[in-house]
């Protein structure tokens, strides 16, 4: 059974992508950091849906529903702000007014 | 031989998340995560879950990271970014990864089905997850009757009917908001 170490790894690249959203400062950079976040808990669902029972890929369905969600607006905040600052360094967007 | 892939496919998967991370170009970056993304579809293929790595490849691999690379190319973001200074927050980032890694991996790496069946019964003896969970004696039993899609539709339609429906008003919502924060003048 693989389930020990899917969880491991999935745990690993979790903690790569809380890493890459503190390191960075870059938002589009910081963004494919939350999608790799995403992507190591569908690991763990798919992982336990191996002992648990199939209705843990519905949730993995569920996760990913919310991440095209989420990649769409974000983006499309990411392009609005782009147009106001012409930078996408969080480092100098710092106020909420434009 | 499973292991094996398993494993292989594992370290590629780590290896290019630290690259997507560490590179400097965002449009590198982007292509490192599309090369994670693919070795966990293949964990997936692994793990049984052969529906869940087709739809990662199509829409992760696919959709959302064309997305990414479209949105890089509009803004021309293909620039290297300033390196990564090594400020007082980066030792406070690196630190915090790893104290969380090396709590998580231990624990997690001997985790095992009989252990979560233990933890489900909350009994005194290490149980049988077969007998625990009915569903990993009936689900061979299900992909033979319905096929791979139909063993993850059924829950998907039965008992998990109403979210599923709420995830539509969702990507409509997501659909609206994207038009009205991107266009220039409504």
């Known amino acids: ?98 | 031989m499973v292991e094996a892939v398993f494993w292989f496919f594992a370290a590629v998967a780590i290896v290019s998340a630290l690259l997507v991370v560490t590179m400097r170009n965002p449009i590198a970056s982007a292509f490192w995560l599309v090369c994670t993304m693919l070795c966990l579809a293949g964990i997936f293929f692994l793990l049984q879950a052969q529906f869940i790595g087709a739809i990662q490849i199509l829409v992760y691999a696919g959709a959302v990271m064309v997305l990414f690379l479209f949105v890089i190319m509009l803004l021309n973001l293909g620039r290297d970014d300033a390196a990564l200074k090594r400020t007082p927050t980066w030792f406070a980032a690196v630190l915090l990864a790893g104290v969380l890694a090396s709590q998580l991996v231990p624990a997690l790496i001997r985790y095992s089905s009989e252990r979560l069946a233990f933890e489900y019964t909350r009994s005194a003896v290490l149980a049988d997850p077969r007998m625990v969970f009915d569903s990993t004696l009936s689900a061979a039993q299900a992909t033979l009757e319905r096929g791979v899609p139909g063993d993850i539709a059924k829950p998907l339609f039965e008992h998990y009917l109403v979210p599923f429906e709420l995830t539509s008003i969702l990507l409509l919502a997501a659909i609206v908001g994207a038009v009205v924060l991107a266009k220039r003048r409504i």
Request: hydrophobic letters at 60%; aromatic letters at 8%.
């Open chain 1, 1 to 98: 059974m693989l389930l020990g170490p899917s969880l491991a790894v999935s745990a690993i690249l979790f903690t790569i992508g809380v890493a890459g959203v503190l390191l960075r400062r870059n938002a589009i950079v910081i963004f494919m950091c939350v999608e790799l976040m995403l992507n190591a808990v569908n690991l763990t669902f798919v992982a336990l849906s191996q002992a648990y029972g199939s209705s843990g890929q519905v949730f993995v369905f569920f996760v990913m529903t919310v991440a095209a969600a989420e990649a769409a607006v974000g983006l499309a905040i990411i392009l609005s702000i782009y147009r106001h600052h012409k930078s996408v360094d969080l480092q100098q967007i710092n106020l909420l007014r434009g």
